[in-house]
């Protein structure tokens, strides 16, 4: 399979479920870096842990993205994480 996003990092929201992780788990699958972004935690876990078990490289971050602080750190974690965006 062609990887159409290797070497791409992408920052998914609302990745613990629905469209969001399905949204994920394809970018993962088409080999970018995943951090998925939510409020919450064992959903975004569960997500990574698919990612991983795919073989894919996944982060998550806890984070209400209506909110600007949260947005912002939300971004720099995964920055920091990945080494960019």
């Known amino acids: 399979m062609e990887m159409k996003l ?3 990092i ?3 929201t609302g990745g613990g479920t629905g469209i969001g992780r399905a949204t994920a788990l ?3 699958e ?3 870096t995943v951090t998925v972004a939510g409020r919450r935690e064992d959903k975004l876990i569960e997500t990574v842990k698919r990612i991983q078990q795919r ?3 996944a982060h998550f971050v806890v984070g209400d993205i209506s909110k600007v602080g949260h947005i912002e750190r939300v971004i ?3 920055t ?3 080494g960019g965006l």
Request: proline share 0%; hydrophobic share 35%.
């Open 6 to 8: 290797r070497g791409k």
């Open 10 to 12: 992408a920052l998914i």
């Open 26 to 28: 394809l970018f993962a």
């Open 30 to 32: 088409e080999g970018a």
């Open 55 to 57: 073989g894919g490289e």
């Open 76 to 78: 720099k974690q995964t």
């Open 80 to 82: 920091d994480k990945c």
